[in-house]
C-alpha cells in the first residue's frame, strides 16, 4: 500500500474534530471525550490501512472495523461520511429522532459493520468474523477498538483467550488507552496492572504506539499486518478529549456535548491547531 501524506491526515484529523464536536453541539448530548480520543486511530485505519469501498460497503473482500466502544460513534460516523460512505449533512441528523445516526452505531448505515454499545462485545464477534474468514480462505482482516476502561469486561478476555487458542492472525485488535474511564481514571475504577503483559501473557502480540501520532499508527498497524500466528493488539496511548484543551483529560467530559460557546471556543483552538500543520 502506497505511503500516505501524513500532513495531510494530520489536517483530515483537525477537520474530523471540528466535525465531530458540530454534531454533538447540534445534537445537544452524546459522548465527546471518548470521540475525540480515537481520531487519529479512525484516520489511520480508514485512509490508509483497511481495504475498503464506500462505493460498495458489503464488498465481499472488505476489511471489517468493528467500533466495540460504541458510544463513540460521532468520531466514526464523521469518518465514513470523509470517506464518502454517506453525505456529509446527514452528520447533522445525530440523535435526531429517526435519523440513522443513532447515539449508538447501528447496522443499516452504509459502513457499520455492527451495532454497539453494550461494552465488552466487539473481540467475541471479531473472532467469530475472523473463524469465518479462516474457512472461506479470504484475506480479510478484522480491526476492533475498545477502550482501556471497556477491559475490565470479562467477555474480552475470553474472547482474547479464544483469538489466541484459534491464532486469529487475521485480527488487529486496538486499544484507546486513554487511561479515563466513565467515572475516573482506570487505575483507580479497576487496576490492570502491567497491561502489555496482560495480553502477551494471553498469547498475543503487543505493540505499544503514540494513539495521536498517525506515523506511529501506521507503522504498528503494518507490523500487525506483518505477524503471523497470533492475533495482535495495538495499545494506543491517546487522551482522552485530544485537541481542545478545556476538554482533555477531564473526567466530566465523557458524556455531555458542548454548548454553542463551547464549541465555537474548540474551533477556534482547532483553527490554530490547523494553521501550525505545515
Ligand atoms: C456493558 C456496559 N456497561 C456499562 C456501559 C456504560 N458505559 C458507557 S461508556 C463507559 C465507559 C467506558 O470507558 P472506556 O472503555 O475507557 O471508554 P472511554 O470512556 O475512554 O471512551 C461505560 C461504563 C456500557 N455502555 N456497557
Not at 74 to 85: K, R, S
Not at 214 to 224: N, P, R, V
Not at 241 to 250: R, Y
Request: hydrophobic share 40%; with cysteine.
Amino acid at each position: 500500500m502506497d505511503k500516505p501524506n501524513i500532513l495531510e491526515l494530520r489536517k483530515k484529523a483537525v477537520e474530523i474534530r471540528k466535525d465531530i464536536l458540530k454534531m454533538l453541539m447540534l445534537a445537544g448530548s452524546g459522548h465527546t471525550g471518548g470521540s475525540l480520543s480515537i481520531v487519529e486511530i479512525l484516520v489511520a485505519l480508514y485512509c490508509y490501512k483497511m481495504k475498503h469501498d464506500p462505493k460498495n460497503p458489503e464488498w465481499k473482500e472488505r476489511d471489517r472495523f468493528l467500533l466495540s466502544k460504541g458510544h463513540a460513534c460521532p468520531a466514526l460516523y464523521a469518518v465514513l461520511a470523509d470517506a464518502g460512505y454517506f453525505p456529509k449533512e446527514k452528520l447533522l441528523s445525530l440523535r435526531k429522532l429517526g435519523s440513522q445516526l443513532q447515539g449508538h452505531p447501528q447496522r443499516g448505515l452504509p459502513g457499520v459493520e455492527i451495532s454497539s454499545g453494550s461494552l465488552g462485545q466487539g473481540l467475541s464477534i471479531a473472532n467469530g468474523i475472523a473463524l469465518a474468514a479462516r474457512l472461506d480462505n479470504s484475506a480479510v482482516r478484522i480491526y476492533c477498538l475498545m477502550g482501556d476502561g471497556e477491559t475490565n469486561e470479562g467477555q474480552v478476555w475470553e474472547a482474547a483467550m479464544t483469538g489466541a487458542h484459534y491464532k486469529l492472525d487475521n485480527i488487529c485488535a486496538i486499544i484507546d488507552f486513554n487511561k479515563l474511564q466513565i467515572d475516573g481514571f482506570c487505575c483507580d475504577i479497576k487496576d490492570m496492572g502491567p497491561y502489555v503483559h496482560k495480553w502477551t501473557d494471553f498469547g498475543w502480540n503487543a505493540i505499544e504506539a503514540d494513539g495521536h501520532d498517525i506515523g506511529a499508527l501506521i507503522a504498528a498497524l503494518d507490523k500487525a499486518s506483518g505477524t503471523k500466528g497470533k492475533p495482535t493488539v495495538i495499545i494506543a496511548h491517546t487522551i482522552k478529549g485530544k485537541g481542545v484543551s478545556f476538554v482533555e483529560n477531564k473526567v466530566e467530559w465523557h458524556g455531555i456535548a458542548p454548548k454553542k460557546e463551547e464549541y465555537e471556543r474548540a474551533v477556534k483552538e482547532l483553527d490554530e491547531a490547523l494553521g501550525k500543520i505545515t
